[in-house]
């Protein structure tokens, strides 16, 4: 099992710029394509803000490559080390003067084997088995993963409060569709679930979490959450659920929670199958990979 060193956790719903590496004209996270990146630091500079990664192949946007990034938070260059093996964020900027940055990294293998890192996430990897973690749902009742098993289980994590398009509302509305998908075919919906998970137990309350759900569900109706939970664990639960799916969570002083993005596809055995980081997978991916784990349905 995978444990790294999150240094930035700086992704999703914070509005302002916190980030000494970026411009404020690139300071909204809304504006940003988020690509996921997995390499090897060969360099750093911190005088330009830069670190050169050679990297694995970006499955829609480039070639495995060697090449020099600017840094979003130029803050970290400290703790980043030629020979660290990391995962990160390439972020594309959508405006023409937009800029293109790596933020989000993660150190899942140190040059330097004495440093210690201050807390332990762990990267979902095909075949991990997954606790059973405990949430309480919108109707207030207490659900746990292992009650699925024979299910595959779709888990993704939002804050109801969420003000940022890009993130915790794009996740959801992808929900909603894959949703619908799944209900013109039955045999597949009888043998799936989905969870949309919070990790802010303060303001979600099961009354939050239900009139949130009914907005995408597009329905009142007692049985609109069937097939789909909204939940919540508690604050004590919910540092080693977070940790576990590699969220990093950052409770701002304006109240808004800056946060990293992570959807999971658990098999039916309870193990996971597939790992979604970032915000760029689509309702037609997870339902392709939902079908491959039901060939013939």
Known sequence: MLFLLSLAVASGCHGANTNSGASAADSDDSQYK???????????DPARGEVTIAHQAIPGYMEAMTMPYKLRDTRIIGDLHPGDQIT????????????????HFDVIGQAKPDYKPPVQFHVPAPGDVVPNFRLTNQDGQ???????????????????RCPLPNFCPRVTRNFAVLEKSLQQ?????????????????????????KSYG?????????????????????????????????????????????HT?????????????????????????????????????
């Open 34 to 44: 988020v690509y996921p990146l997995r390499g090897t630091i060969v360099a750093t």
């Open 88 to 103: 990160a964020d390439l972020m594309i900027s959508q405006l023409p003067t937009g800029g293109v940055y790596v933020d």
């Open 142 to 160: 207490v659900v746990h993963l292992h009650q699925f098993r024979g299910k595959a289980v779709l888990l993704t994590f939002i804050y109801t």
């Open 185 to 209: 075919d039955q045999a597949l919906y009888s043998k799936t679930h989905l969870i949309c998970a919070s990790f802010d137990p303060e303001n979600d309350t099961p009354a939050r979490l």
């Open 214 to 258: 009914e907005e995408y569900i597009g329905s009142s109706d007692r049985h609109g959450f069937a097939h789909w939970d909204f939940a919540v664990p508690t604050r004590n639960h919910l540092t080693p659920l977070a940790h576990y799916f590699d969220v990093g969570i950052t409770n701002e002083s304006d109240g808004t929670i800056t």
């Open 261 to 297: 993005l992570s959807t999971t596809l658990i098999g039916p055995d309870g193990k996971v199958v597939q790992f979604y980081p970032g915000n760029d997978w689509t309702a037609q991916q997870l339902l392709a990979d939902l079908k491959r784990l039901y060939p013939g349905q």
